[in-house]
C-alpha cells in the first residue's frame, strides 16, 4: 500500500478532493478507479469529484483532471474550478491572481479577488443543438417527456451539457423525482446535468441540480450559468443573477441576449478548505 497527502476542498458544499501530480503518479492507479475510491462516503475521503493538478501544459498556465465521484470524467465545474484556483495559487504553484487553466471544456481563465471570492471567465455558452449535445432542433423550450408527465426544458452547454428547466414547482423534490430519468433521457446522448429553476426576480433565482455522474450536490457552477444564460434567452432574467443554491450563492454575469449570444459569462464565488491528509490506496 501507498500513502498519499490529498487537500479537501468545497465550493458551496459542492465538495472535492485536490491531488498534486506527484502524488498522483505515487499511486500507479488509472484516475477512474482512483476517483471512485477516493470520493467514497463510506470507504474513502468522500467528495462529489476529483481533481488532479496537470503541471504538464504548454498553451495555458496550468492544468487540471476532472473525475466525477463514479469515476467518469467531467469537461468543467464551476465549483470546481474556483476551488481549484485557489488551491494553486495559495500553494504557490501559481504565481499571479489571474491565470489560465487547461480544461476538457478548453481554456479557463480565474482570478482571485481581493475580497476571497473567485471569479471566473467561463467561456461563451454553447447553444447549438449538435454541440450541446441534444436531439432537438431547437435548443430552448423543447418537451422532454418522462414516466408521468412533460417539462418544457432549455439545453446549454458550459463545455459540459444542461438541461434546464423553469417552474413554479418545488425545485428539490423535482430534482429529486425526476432528475435522474431527465440525466439518462434518449434527447441526450452523453447525458446531462438537470436543474430545476424558480425565477424570483429578474436578478435573483433559485436552483436546485441533479449533477451528471453525482446525482443531487450542493452547488453547480456551471449549472448556474447554464440557468442564467436560459432565463436571460427566456426574457426573464437581466444580465447580472443571484443564485441561490441549497449550498450559498454565486453571482453570474452575462450580457447576451437573443440578437447576440456571443458573449463570455462570469462566475463569481466562494472556495474554501475542509481539510489536509492522508490516506492509504
Known amino acids: 500500500m501507498t500513502i498519499i497527502n490529498f487537500t479537501k476542498m468545497q465550493g458551496l458544499g459542492n465538495d472535492f478532493i485536490v491531488?498534486?501530480?506527484?502524488?498522483?503518479?505515487?499511486?500507479?492507479?488509472?484516475?477512474?478507479?482512483?476517483?471512485?475510491?477516493?470520493?467514497?462516503?463510506?470507504f474513502g475521503i468522500g467528495a462529489d469529484g476529483l481533481m488532479i493538478v496537470n503541471p504538464n501544459t504548454t498553451q495555458t498556465d496550468i492544468g487540471w483532471f476532472f473525475y466525477n465521484n463514479d469515476g467518469s470524467i467531467a469537461q468543467m465545474c464551476g465549483n470546481g474550478i474556483r476551488c481549484f484556483a485557489k488551491y494553486v495559487y495559495e500553494k504557490g504553484l501559481i504565481n499571479k491572481k489571474e491565470f489560465s487553466v487547461e480544461t476538457k471544456a478548453g481554456?479557463?481563465?480565474?482570478?482571485?479577488?481581493?475580497?476571497?471570492?473567485?471569479?471566473?471567465?467561463?467561456?461563451?455558452?454553447?447553444?447549438?443543438?449538435k454541440k450541446i449535445p441534444v436531439n432537438v432542433e431547437n435548443n430552448l423550450n423543447f418537451e422532454v417527456k418522462v414516466s408521468d408527465r412533460t417539462f418544457m426544458a432549455n439545453a446549454v452547454s458550459m463545455g459540459n451539457p444542461h438541461c434546464v428547466i423553469i417552474t413554479d414547482e418545488n425545485t428539490?423534490?423535482?430534482?429529486?423525482?425526476?432528475?435522474?430519468?431527465?440525466?439518462?433521457?434518449?434527447?441526450?446522448p452523453e447525458k446531462t446535468n438537470v436543474e430545476f429553476?424558480?425565477?424570483?426576480?429578474?436578478n435573483e433565482m433559485n436552483?436546485?441540480?441533479?449533477?451528471?455522474?453525482?446525482?443531487?450536490?450542493?452547488?453547480?457552477?456551471?449549472?448556474?450559468?447554464?440557468?442564467?444564460?436560459?432565463?436571460?434567452?427566456?426574457g426573464l432574467?437581466?444580465?447580472?443573477?443571484?443564485?441561490?443554491?441549497?449550498?450559498?450563492?454565486?453571482?453570474?454575469?452575462?450580457?447576451?441576449?437573443?440578437?447576440?449570444?456571443?458573449?463570455?459569462?462570469?462566475?463569481?464565488?466562494?472556495a474554501t478548505y475542509s481539510f489536509t491528509g492522508q490516506i492509504e490506496v
Not at 505515487?26 to 475510491?37: D, F, G, H, S, Y
Not at 430519468?181 to 434527447?187: A, G, R
Not at 429553476?197 to 429578474?202: F, N, Q, T, V
Request: proline fraction near 5%.
Open 107 to 129: 481554456t479557463i481563465i480565474p482570478k482571485i479577488l481581493d475580497n476571497g471570492l473567485i471569479k471566473v471567465n467561463m467561456n461563451k455558452p454553447i447553444l447549438e443543438p
Open 197 to 202: 429553476i424558480k425565477i424570483l426576480s429578474r
Open 19 to 42: 491531488l498534486d501530480f506527484e502524488e498522483y503518479k505515487k499511486t500507479n492507479k488509472n484516475p477512474e478507479e482512483l476517483a471512485i475510491k477516493l470520493c467514497d462516503r463510506h
Open 237 to 270: 432574467c437581466d444580465k447580472e443573477v443571484k443564485v441561490n443554491l441549497p449550498g450559498g450563492q454565486l453571482i453570474i454575469e452575462w450580457e447576451g441576449n437573443k440578437v447576440n449570444t456571443n458573449h463570455d459569462i462570469y462566475m463569481s464565488g466562494p
Open 172 to 188: 428539490k423534490e423535482l430534482a429529486l423525482k425526476y432528475g435522474r430519468e431527465i440525466e439518462t433521457h434518449k434527447l441526450f
Open 207 to 234: 436552483l436546485d441540480v441533479w449533477e451528471r455522474g453525482c446525482a443531487i450536490t450542493l452547488a453547480c457552477g456551471t449549472g448556474a450559468c447554464a440557468s442564467v444564460t436560459a432565463a436571460i434567452l427566456n
